[in-house]
């Protein structure tokens, strides 16, 4: 176990990892393997049984996936987690155990675009439904929540930035409610927010993002505060009531407060297979060990070009809670006290056709689908991710013809901005 009283730039590094016992090696091993040798058949049948924590098979624990995850719990302050295939599986996963047909979750309308259509159209095939609803609007929320709630999901620093959640009054109304409060915390990374601290049940990551930082991998991540009691009501039967593919075993009974993570490990995992592979653990537990490094850099930067930005005349308004001017300013300094993160958005005065030529005319940014790399990215969504949308919906998602996101990089900021500079130029000539 890992000493969690380390600072932030330590746990980072170490938490998790060991010398490995069998070489030495110093950096955590990528444990290529599908299977683990069983001692003799009891050892095989004590772990099949769940009487005995170890290795059985890649598909449901692997040494190298249990590092990364013992170090994600940690910087997040939980007491586990389950690494899985991508950010989307990760929310798949954290959902599975606590819904059912006929089930469904309340979710802040501002959220990564991805998971609204996971939420509106796919999660109806498996009978559930999502009631979206502003986080500001504390009635509405409470409102939203119904006998067939099973939980409130909402984003720390939401996609595509510029809205910083409450997330203690949130958690406390789902609190009232009985059910557990799960965040998003991709955007903010446990550097910059820790939601378990302000109340949060589970946390979710795409670790494709900032804690792998650098673009190579996909990943997701699920952390158990271990604070729910899931056995107080009988809203969440798969882990208070007997398992019937474990001869009865009661979750939470049996595991405490880890029952949520053993239930994604020995249910999730075994049964829906959205698993992490070593590769991608490993690239990600490289990205770790320079979090919080990247993160000052890249608040820094975002801080630098978004006042840049919003003093020049050819932007029309820049969504950052970092400017003084955001109406999330306040709250930034509650929620994410070391800052709002490198991801925002900016109007472009030129409408539609100023933000292609802009994104065209860019040569440090890179024109892709991604946010969290060292490399500055910028998407033009109207023209893209959210082509299909009607005018109402792209306005209604922060996505109208005149909006470019922004991912702010580790490179130089004055670089940036020069590149930002010339491309505005070629935008609105
Ligand atoms: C990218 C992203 C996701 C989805 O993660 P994948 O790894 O792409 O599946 C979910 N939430 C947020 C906030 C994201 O940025």
Redesign the pocket.
């Given at each position: 176990m890992t000493d969690t009283s380390y600072g932030f730039d330590t746990l980072q590094i170490h938490a998790g990892a060991r010398p490995d016992p069998a070489t030495g090696a110093r950096q955590t091993p990528i444990y290529q393997t599908t299977a683990y040798v069983f001692r003799d058949a009891d050892h095989a049948a004590a772990l099949f049984n769940l009487q005995e924590v170890g290795f059985i098979y890649s598909r449901l624990t692997n040494p190298t996936v249990a590092v990364l995850q013992e170090r994600i719990a940690t910087l997040e302050g939980g007491v586990g987690a389950v690494c899985c295939s991508?950010?989307?599986?990760a929310?798949i996963m954290a959902l599975f155990p606590l819904m059912g047909p006929g089930k469904n979750i309340v979710a802040s309308t501002r959220?990564?675009g991805?998971?609204v259509t996971q939420f509106s159209h796919t999660i109806k095939r498996f009978g559930w439904e999502c009631k979206f609803v502003d986080f500001d609007d504390l009635d509405a929320v409470k409102d939203a929540i119904d006998d067939n709630t099973r939980a409130v999901f909402g984003?720390a620093i939401a996609?595509p930035g510029g809205y910083i959640m409450d997330v203690r009054a949130i958690a406390d109304i789902a609190d009232a409610a009985q059910v557990p409060l799960i965040i998003?915390n991709?955007?903010a990374t446990p550097f910059l927010c820790r939601p378990i601290e302000h109340g949060a049940t589970l946390v979710v990551h795409?670790?494709?993002?900032y804690l792998t930082g650098n673009g190579t991998v996909?990943?997701?991540c699920i952390v158990d505060s271990g604070n729910f009691d899931w056995s107080a009501t009988d809203k969440f039967p798969s882990l208070s009531q007997p398992e019937p593919a474990y001869h009865g075993l009661k979750f939470h009974e049996t595991f405490g407060n880890l029952a949520f993570t053993f239930h994604g490990i020995a249910i999730g995992l075994r049964d829906l297979g959205m698993t992490m592979n070593p590769q991608a653990a490993h690239y990600t537990l490289m990205g770790t060990e320079t979090l919080s490094l990247r993160m000052e850099r890249h608040v820094e930067n975002a801080v630098k070009i978004a006042n840049w930005l919003e003093q020049d005349d050819r932007i029309e308004k820049v969504t950052y809670a970092g400017l003084e001017s955001s109406p999330y300013y306040e709250r930034t300094k509650t929620v994410c006290p070391k800052g709002a993160g490198a991801l925002f958005t900016i109007s472009v005065k030129g409408g539609y056709e100023a933000c292609v030529k802009l994104v065209n005319g860019l040569e440090i940014f890179s024109h892709v689908a991604n946010?969290?790399d060292t490399r500055s990215l910028v998407i033009h969504s109207a023209s893209t991710t959210h082509r299909q949308l009607s005018p109402e919906q792209q306005e209604a998602a922060g996505a109208g013809p005149n909006v470019v996101r922004i991912s702010i990089g580790t490179e130089n900021a004055d670089d940036l901005i020069a590149d930002l500079d010339q491309a505005l130029a070629q935008a609105t000539a």
């Open positions: 991508s950010g989307h599986a929310q959220l990564y991805g998971t984003e996609n998003d991709t955007t795409s670790t494709t993002k996909t990943g997701g946010l969290g």
